[in-house]
């Protein structure tokens, strides 16, 4: 059975707001400075990016975590922190984002799509914001925002790079076992390949691309004989083929008979993949019951002889094919829609407010500071948290739930 990574759960973390600072001038013959404290950095963004030259997932199998950078505090004299870099994670076009109930969050659909995946933290204001007529000294700042954090699902409706093609038996399950890391069921028996392999191939240069392993063609597949449509129709998507010629076909057939019974069948099923970047390799060469043609690679995946020129002329063909295709770059960013604020009752019957907005609202305070706790609760009247409660039915003394803060409703708060 192919290992190849067609889909994936990774963690993506936002980078941490930064906080603000609490900080007053302080310089010679400046009687009362006033408040000068700077705001923190916003936390970087996580972005998926559909990008054309990236071939799968594979990547995020072994290390699927991805974080942004967090901001940097602020500091006197209103110098504002550094906002943190944000991290770009580059999945292949046509990557499905899913949350962990399924629901599909974005569909990247052509290269240069983006998809906001977690969002850094907002950064702290400094208590230089706070200064007002009432407020001549405030001595409170707010604390960074913490990032958001997701794990999702990615799913790869996938494009082959290549497509291995060749009769029955002519090597290419043990080939693509041998330059990548499917496992499929090899055995010395007419359509052992009952459907394709995938198989991600990486250069010594960090160069991957994806082989497909395409069940045995037969003459007359083009026609629909044995599972011959099912088969060919693997093929209209790859970007370049590969063809296997059998050194030791059982059928008695020399390569060049092969070759042309082969070329014939994909002509006359789509005469257009003619057309595609082609390579033609003689396998199974440490067996071999023909001459070798001198024009062409001779390999043996069992002794590797040649197998490492493949891969190279398989990227080389690759690097060909995509260059030539036309790439659209799209400027769609999708972003998760804003969560408006809702009240839910807990199961000790409390009060639970939910929302981005309103966790901001408390999680930003100091709240040991009664000006923090004043301002505070400014921005939930703002938000309109109090009305919703008392339109949900609360009463004087019932627990009030917003993030980490808990407290006891009185009448007339807002």
């Not at 991957?208 to 083009?222: K, Y």
């Not at 057939?253 to 070329?263: G, K, V």
């Not at 939930?380 to 609360?394: H, S, T, Y």
């Amino acid at each position: 059975m192919s290992q190849f990574v067609d889909e994936v759960f990774i963690n993506l973390k936002g980078g941490d707001g930064g906080a603000g600072c609490v900080s007053f001038r302080r310089e010679a013959m400046v009687d009362r400075g006033g408040p000068d404290g700077g705001d923190g950095g916003k936390g970087g963004d996580v972005w998926l990016v559909a990008d054309h030259n990236t071939a799968s997932l594979l990547s995020y199998r072994d290390h699927p975590h991805r974080k942004g950078e967090n901001g940097k505090h602020g500091s006197g004299q209103k110098q504002h922190g550094k906002r943190g870099s944000d991290f770009v994670a580059q999945v292949p076009v046509g990557t499905i984002v899913k949350n962990r109930d399924g629901e599909i969050l974005a569909d990247l659909q052509a290269s240069g799509e983006r998809f906001l995946a977690a969002a850094g933290g907002q950064g702290g204001k400094g208590n230089a914001r706070f200064l007002s007529n009432r407020m001549r000294a405030p001595a409170f700042a707010e604390q960074g925002e913490v990032g958001d954090e997701h794990w999702v699902r990615l799913e790869l409706l996938l494009l082959a790079d290549v497509a291995l093609i060749g009769f029955p038996n002519a090597g290419k399950s043990t080939l693509i076992s041998r330059i990548s890391k499917a496992r499929p069921k090899i055995a010395n028996y007419p359509f052992t390949t009952l459907e394709p392999n995938l198989g991600v191939v990486q250069t010594d240069e960090g160069f991957d691309f994806v082989v497909a392993d395409i069940p045995g063609l037969i003459e007359g597949a083009s026609e629909g004989r044995g599972l011959g449509h099912q088969f060919l129709r693997h093929v209209e998507r790859a970007r370049a083929l590969v063809v296997l010629l059998d050194m030791a076909s059982v059928d008695g057939n020399d390569p060049d008979e092969q070759l042309d019974i082969l070329l014939k069948e994909l002509e006359a099923y789509r005469p257009d993949l003619l057309a595609r970047p082609r390579l033609v390799i003689e396998s199974r060469a440490d067996v071999a019951q023909f001459e070798p043609n001198p024009e062409r690679l001779q390999i043996s995946s069992v002794t590797n002889l040649g197998v490492s020129q493949v891969i190279g002329r398989m990227a080389d063909l690759v690097r060909e094919a995509r260059s030539s295709e036309p790439v659209e770059l799209s400027e769609v960013v999708h972003r998760p829609e804003a969560e408006d604020i809702r009240i839910e009752r807990g199961d000790d019957a409390s009060w639970i407010v939910i929302g981005r907005e309103a966790e901001r609202a408390v999680a930003f305070s100091d709240l040991n500071n009664l000006d923090a706790q004043i301002f505070a609760e400014k921005r939930l009247v703002k938000l309109g948290v109090f009305k919703r409660l008392e339109r949900a039915g609360i009463k004087e003394g019932d627990t009030v739930r917003i993030g980490e803060l808990s407290f006891d409703y009185e009448e007339g708060m807002r």
